[in-house]
């Protein structure tokens, strides 16, 4: 198990909604990134925060945001929800910023859009 | 888009058995990490090996890489149900401060 915690850990909206998730990283690790994982796929890279800064961001539409806060803990935030936005997300930090450096990852949040 | 593509996609073998995955990729990489994932949980980093590396070991873990044929393997030796698992390779691209892409995985059962 990693120190890096998520939540929640499960949540249902509907179609059109906004959504906050929310991260806090592995002692230590001061950069954190948010990935999706749909059903029988690997995680897709969403956007990376090193000291509250975007450091590099996947093909992902504007409506999916993020922020990093002094303490290193992060949100995602998504608007707009669409039904393709069912996924687990997962949430990793990392001791080095840095896009390819090993993630350590949480439990993930499993969003469910109706 | 994925780089990494896992082969097979299901493996099943008896308890005490190895199990071996591989995966291809498409360009030159920095590095190459095998990550686990049970049942829908959050990702295991399992090991990270290097382009200039061809084998490197960890614990029940052996994981080679080929870089002019861009894949690699993990083996894992006298399997135990624990084991039960997806495992997903994944790749930082040489040409800079590229994100991890991972592939689908390869879904591996140990039967007790």
């Known amino acids: 198990e990693t120190g890096v915690t998520q939540s929640p850990t499960h949540l249902i909206k509907t179609r059109g909604q906004q959504v906050t998730l929310r991260c806090s990283s592995q002692s230590g690790h001061n950069t954190v990134s948010w990935y999706q994982q749909a059903l029988g796929q690997g995680p897709q890279f969403i956007f990376q925060?090193?000291?509250?800064?975007?450091?590099g961001r996947g093909n992902f539409p504007p409506r999916f945001s993020g922020l990093q806060f002094p303490n290193y803990s992060s949100e995602l935030n998504v608007n707009a929800l669409e039904l393709d936005d069912s996924a687990l997300y997962l949430c990793?930090?990392?001791?080095?910023?840095?896009?390819?450096?090993?993630?350590?990852f949480g439990p993930g949040t499993r969003l469910l859009v109706l | 888009s994925q780089q990494g593509e896992e082969d097979p996609q299901a493996l099943s073998i008896q308890e005490g058995e190895n199990a071996t995955m591989n995966c291809s990729y498409k360009t030159s990489i920095n590095n190459l990490q095998w990550y686990r994932q049970n049942s829908g949980r959050g990702l295991v980093h399992l090991i990270l090996?290097?382009?200039?590396?061809r084998e490197k070991h960890s614990g029940r873990l052996r994981v080679t890489l080929d870089t002019s044929k861009k894949s690699s393997s993990l083996l894992i030796t006298a399997s135990r149900a624990a084991d039960t698992a997806s495992y997903f390779c994944?790749?930082?691209?040489?040409?800079?401060?590229?994100?991890?892409?991972f592939g689908k995985g390869t879904r591996l059962s140990v039967i007790a």
């Open positions: 090996i290097r382009s200039n590396e």
């Open positions: 925060y090193y000291r509250e800064e975007e450091n």
């Open positions: 990793a930090s990392s001791l080095r910023e840095g896009l390819g450096e090993t993630q350590y």
């Open positions: 994944a790749t930082d691209e040489y040409s800079g401060n590229t994100p991890l892409v």
